[in-house]
Each structure stands twice: as structure tokens, then as C-alpha cells.
Nanobody
Framework: VQLQAFGGGLVQAGGSLRLSCTASGLTFSSYHMGWFRQAPGHEREFVAA???????YYADSVKGRFAISRDNAKATVYLQMDSLKPDDTAVYYC???????????????????WGQGTQVTVSS
């Protein structure tokens, strides 16, 4: 199983980025997928998740600015990030799991598979 995240970069505050995470070696449509982020000196935190039935969940800090979606035909999950703020600066990781408990979808320990991370830097 491999998850590969890309699309990060440097953007000014108020700008947008779209992250992508492509999966291989698994039946993507059977997996719940999530995005997490980790800033220097901080723990890895939940950003957004989408279930295999396409229900979505967001951290309060990104609700209304970020949107998660998936394309099962392309085995890819996306994170559209708008109105970016300097506090959004972090390494962003995608994650997937087939059997997590939905009530714990925000818990990073529930995910078995992780991508390598992509850096997002938002300048003020």
C-alpha cells in the first residue's frame, strides 16, 4: 500500500492550494481517507476526512475554508484549501483506513496507512 501526497507549496495569505493524494495497492473505494497536518513543535492534528460513503468531517479551524473530496476512479483524495492563513503552515499528510470507527475518524491513531507529507507554507 502506498499513499503519495503532492500539491504543497508557498502561497500568500488569502490564497489557495489543492492537495492531492493518490493511493495504490488497495481497493481505494473501500477506504476512509483523511488529511492531517503537523507544524514544527506541534503534534500531528486532524484537518479533514471523507468516508467511503462520502460523508465529510472538518476541524473547526478549517471549516468553511477547506473542502475534502475523492475520486474513486483515480484512487485520489483531494484537499482544496482556500483563504489560507499563516497558521495553516505545516506538513500535510494523507491517511487511509478501511476499518476505523467513524466516531474516531479525527483520531490519527485510527489510520493504518500514511503518505509521505507535503509542505504548505503560507506567508503573511
Amino acid at each position: 500500500v502506498q499513499l503519495q501526497a503532492f500539491g504543497g507549496g508557498l502561497v500568500q495569505a488569502g490564497g489557495s492550494l489543492r492537495l492531492s493524494c493518490t493511493a495504490s495497492g488497495l481497493t481505494f473505494s473501500s477506504y476512509h481517507m483523511g488529511w492531517f497536518r503537523q507544524a514544527p513543535g506541534h503534534e500531528r492534528e486532524f484537518v479533514a476526512a471523507i468516508t467511503r460513503s462520502r460523508h465529510t468531517y472538518y476541524a473547526d479551524s478549517v471549516k468553511g475554508r477547506f473542502a475534502i473530496s475523492r475520486d474513486n476512479a483515480k484512487a485520489t483524495v483531494y484537499l482544496q484549501m482556500d483563504s489560507l492563513k499563516p497558521d495553516d503552515t505545516a506538513v500535510y499528510y494523507c491517511a487511509g483506513d478501511r476499518n476505523l470507527i467513524l466516531s474516531s475518524i479525527r483520531n490519527r491513531d485510527q489510520y493504518d496507512y500514511w503518505g509521505q507529507g507535503t509542505q504548505v507554507t503560507v506567508s503573511s
